[in-house]
């Protein structure tokens, strides 16, 4: 870039065989939570949409939870917005990148507000016209993977059906785990999860209220569960424990573990199998009728 004369020249394109016109707008988005706070976030349109009204919403949670999603292309969310779906990706609080304060809102809230922070923002839509809130999903990875089972546990009134990729089912047995993993009862890590998750203590029995894995009975609607197993961050275990739990409670639920796949999805061809995976199972559970493409047309 030649900031004396404006000119760039390009060095590489990231995926050169994505055009223009496959990539549906980005908009930035803020509304208020039931509390009050304000939520800030971003809505992904499907291609060419430019006047959104009464369409089928995936909500998209993303990871940490002390993370967030920004402006640009997002290949998750374009995927989704391909086939037809308004994708919703909110920075619920806890999230990073709005100050100090907005990340310690969340702090005791995993289940809780930063559950309904994402539900609200299905609601603010409705209001807004521009999704039908008969058909809304949720969809997400790592603490987002929670968040959507969540959504069919803790919040199940908002979601038709539930994506959850590298998700935590059982909090206490998570938390467990990882302090015998460190051989620590209250290093950094520890402290992290607690502190979000709202646990008074290391095996606080408390976490059992917030885990869905241990709610399986509650679950009304589909579940996917996608997991790598070599993800060493949280163990396919997770999933497992879910997709047993509601077999025995006889729930609809499938389960894809992806062989040699770590918690990122880092190789190309199980990063394509768990979006083609998710697609047919939205499509499936959550049709977004006219307007959707064909398996080949995803990213």
Not at 110 to 130: N, P
Not at 210 to 236: E, F, M, R
Not at 263 to 269: E, I, Q, V, Y
């Amino acid at each position: 870039m030649d900031f004396n004369t404006g000119v760039a020249d390009v060095v590489g394109v990231a995926y050169p065989t994505i055009r223009t016109e496959q990539v549906g707008a980005v908009r930035p988005i803020h509304y208020a939570a039931a509390d009050g706070l304000e939520i800030r976030g971003y809505l992904t349109l499907p291609p060419g949409m430019e006047t959104p009204a009464n369409l089928p919403l995936v909500v998209l949670a993303h990871g940490g939870p002390a993370s967030r999603d920004v402006a640009g292309f997002d290949w998750w969310a374009q995927a989704l917005a391909s086939r037809g779906y308004a994708v919703l990706q909110a920075n619920f609080r806890g999230s990073t990148g709005y100050g100090r304060a907005f990340l310690e809102a969340g702090y005791g809230e995993w289940g809780r507000k930063m559950q309904t922070d994402l539900s609200d923002g299905v609601r603010w839509l409705t209001g807004e016209g521009i999704i039908d809130p008969a058909r809304v999903c949720i969809v997400g990875g790592s603490y987002g993977g929670y968040a959507a089972m969540a959504g069919l546990t803790l919040d199940k009134s908002v979601y038709r059906c539930g994506v959850s990729v590298n998700g935590v089912s059982d909090l206490r047995r998570m938390v467990n785990r990882e302090a015998w993993r460190r051989g620590e009862q209250n290093g950094q890590t520890i402290r992290y999860w607690n502190r979000f998750m709202g646990a008074a203590r290391l095996n606080d029995r408390a976490l059992d209220a917030l885990s869905p894995a241990l709610l399986a009975d509650q679950v009304d609607s589909p579940l996917l569960l996608i997991h790598g197993k070599d993800d060493t961050i949280v163990p396919i275990e997770q999933s497992r424990l879910m997709a047993a739990a509601l077999r025995r409670a006889g729930k609809p639920v499938e389960m894809i573990e992806l062989p040699g796949e770590d918690h990122w999805l880092s190789r190309a061809d199980t990063r394509l199998l768990m979006l083609r995976e998710t697609v047919r199972f939205l499509e499936a559970h959550n049709p977004v009728g006219p307007l959707s493409l064909s398996p080949s047309s995803v990213p």
